[in-house]
């Protein structure tokens, strides 16, 4: 299982994104995700996701992929 991180703006689209295999480290990465958004981009409808998927070929292209 792939652990995917995404921070996404109003629009939909990713800001950035991290993927890695490692659930503790995942959600650790999640929880920074969540915490450094600011008051303003949470109004403002950004959002810190934490998903997963089966395959690499899954994981956006423009993620970090970390491979622990």
Same mark, same amino acid.
């Given at each position: 299982?792939?652990?995917?991180?995404?921070?996404?703006?109003?629009?939909?689209?990713?800001?950035?994104? !991290? #993927?890695?295999?490692?659930?503790?480290?995942?959600?650790?990465?999640?929880?920074?995700?969540?915490?450094? /958004? &600011?008051?303003?981009?949470?109004?403002?409808?950004? !959002? #810190?996701?934490?998903?997963?998927?089966?395959?690499?070929?899954?994981?956006?292209?423009?993620?970090?992929? /970390? &491979?622990?």
């Amino acid at each position: 299982m792939i652990w995917i991180n995404e921070q996404i703006d109003p629009s939909g689209i990713i800001y950035s994104c !991290i #993927a890695c295999c490692d659930e503790a480290q995942a959600q650790a990465c999640h929880q920074s995700f969540q915490d450094n /958004l &600011s008051d303003e981009q949470i109004n403002s409808g950004w !959002i #810190a996701r934490l998903r997963t998927v089966e395959s690499w070929d899954e994981v956006p292209v423009n993620a970090l992929k /970390l &491979s622990y």
